[in-house]
Nanobody, 127 residues
Framework: QVQLVESGGGLVQAGGSLRLSCAGS????????MGWFRQAPGKEREFVGA????????YYADSVKGRFTISRDNAKNTVYLHMNSLKPEDTAVYYC????????????????????WGQGTQVTVSS
């Protein structure tokens, strides 16, 4: 069993930056693909980005490409989401997810391919 705990959310002004962390415990997630998703009020959960187990491949939603960066530290069982140039439309609850089933560029984007989810952390961007 895997437990994921996100941290680092908060309130930031537009144009600012935040770094979210997702720490895994229970077993190592070193071999898992890790993804970030977000859900704004009244909207469906959407893909933000993902990283392969080795860190060699990353994937981003078009809406965050060039502003957000995903990295991971397998020694710490932790994945990070670095968010720059934040916009009010980035306001949402951000969730990290882990799983071994994402294996190609399509499946990394699919929430149902991930087996474990964190509880989420709120990010609010004020204009």
């Amino acid at each position: 069993q895997v437990q994921l705990v996100e941290s680092g959310g908060g309130l930031v002004q537009a144009g600012g930056s935040l770094r979210l962390s997702c720490a895994g415990s229970g077993r190592t997630v070193m071999l898992d693909a890790m993804g970030w998703f977000r859900q704004a009020p009244g909207k469906e959960r959407e893909f933000v980005g993902a990283i392969s187990w080795s860190g060699s491949s990353t994937y981003y939603a078009d809406s965050v490409k060039g502003r957000f960066t995903i990295s991971r530290d397998n020694a710490k069982n932790t994945v990070y989401l670095h968010m720059n140039s934040l916009k009010p439309e980035d306001t949402a609850v951000y969730y990290c997810a882990a799983g071994t089933r994402p294996t190609n560029s399509v499946s990394y984007h699919q929430a149902n391919k991930y087996d474990y989810w964190g509880q989420g952390t709120q990010v609010t961007v004020s204009s």
